[in-house]
């Protein structure tokens, strides 16, 4: 997971489509992973988060799964629309005094009407 | 309500300057951090502080200086030794525990060199 100045891959989908962006994540001792969006000139936002102790966490109309064997993430997004296209990150830590997230390098959402 | 404010939004440089960022919260949030991120790429630390007075360069430091005197402060100074400085600028806080929200970020200055 360091984002080192690579260029975004994209995923587009169409409107009403469900999207799933993925993400591996790089340190086995992480246990605590999030998911941000970022809309074109603004800072990243919030969307969900998920501790090592579960694999599975429901927001409104997205997901997090997380596959601790593989250090795998992935956010879905249920229905989604024109309002989720964004660049999405994730982001992993561990929750233990005090430590730095780490960003993945983000996946542009585009959706088509 | 409660957030965190960069200024300004739009930021013009001439070649050998320096000029400061500000980035302020109000969220009582003891650690500060300060991104880059350059067109189409994610996001790169340049330095962050854990605590008032302390602060640790990040990924890549060189050409930037920090301060923090205040809990609430942490402004970003990009000097004339920055060659490249065209870029999106990003300033987080967050608690010491991360859980509950991680980062909290501000709406970014995009600093342009002219």
């Known amino acids: 997971g360091e984002s080192v100045g690579l260029h975004l891959p994209t995923l587009s989908v169409q409107e009403g489509d469900n999207s799933i962006i993925n993400c591996a994540y790089s340190?086995?001792?992480?246990?605590?992973f999030i998911w941000y969006k970022q809309e074109s000139g603004k800072g990243p936002q919030f969307i969900i988060d998920?501790?090592?102790?579960?694999d599975k966490r429901q927001g409104q109309r997205v997901t997090v799964l997380l596959n601790k064997t593989v250090k795998h993430l992935s956010l879905q997004i249920a229905a989604t629309q024109p309002g989720d296209s964004a660049v999405y990150f994730c982001?992993?830590?561990?929750?233990?005094?005090?430590?730095?997230?780490?960003f993945g390098t983000g996946t542009r959402l585009l959706v088509s009407p | 309500d409660g957030g965190i404010t960069q200024s300004p939004k739009y930021l013009f440089r001439k070649e050998g300057q320096n000029v400061t960022l500000s980035c302020e919260q109000n969220?009582?949030?003891?650690?500060m951090y300060w991104y880059r991120q350059d067109p189409g790429q994610g996001l790169r630390l340049i330095y962050y502080?854990?605590?008032?007075?302390?602060?640790q360069k990040g990924d890549i430091a060189e050409g930037y200086s920090v301060s923090r005197e205040k809990k609430e402060s942490f402004p970003l100074t990009v000097t004339s030794a920055q060659k490249n400085p065209t870029a999106f600028y990003l300033c987080?806080?967050?608690?010491?525990?991360?859980?509950?929200?991680?980062?909290?970020f501000g709406s970014g200055t995009r600093l342009t060199v002219v």
């Open positions: 987080a806080s967050s608690r010491r525990q991360l859980s509950n929200y991680g980062y909290t």
């Open positions: 340190n086995s001792a992480s246990d605590y």
């Open positions: 998920i501790r090592s102790n579960m």
């Open positions: 982001a992993e830590a561990r929750d233990t005094g005090f430590q730095k997230l780490v």
């Open positions: 969220l009582n949030h003891d650690a």
């Open positions: 502080s854990q605590i008032v007075n302390d602060f």
